[in-house]
């Protein structure tokens, strides 16, 4: 059997098998290239949420009471600014007729402001925001 060539056995990868193999990897790598951008992105977003609420609860803290009706302040702090305002709260006698009891109440007898702060920032393609509210006493400065 001299004048006959034996075929070996092909063992290993074809250039299109390689081919193939190599693009799916690509595009996996994409995608999660992709994941991974996004993620860091949200994180990003996440710290500026923080950062604002914690920014409207040192705000309220500072304002525990106001000491006129319909305060408006307003201020910024580094990429925020911030919103403060407050407005009467209806009288007892509006609140239990709309169905909360007197003695739920905290400060029967004493007038009670809302008050709102909100927070403001620049996002990537809008204004972003961060509102809180609550309802604080209103008081007269002592002399």
Known sequence: MC?????????????????????IM????????????ASARNVGVASQYTEATVL???????????TAEQVTLAGSFADYSW????????PADVLVSGGITEDTLPFAGVPLQFLRVRVLWAGRSDQREVELLTIVPLRELQP
């Open 3 to 23: 004048g006959s060539p034996q075929k070996s056995a092909s063992r290993g990868f074809s250039m299109i098998e390689m081919l193939v193999a190599l693009v």
């Open 83 to 90: 919103e403060l305002a407050s407005w009467p709260v209806p």
């Open 26 to 37: 690509s595009l996996s790598l994409g995608v999660l290239y992709q994941a991974a951008t």
């Open 56 to 66: 409207a609860e040192s705000v309220l803290a500072e304002n525990s009471f106001v």
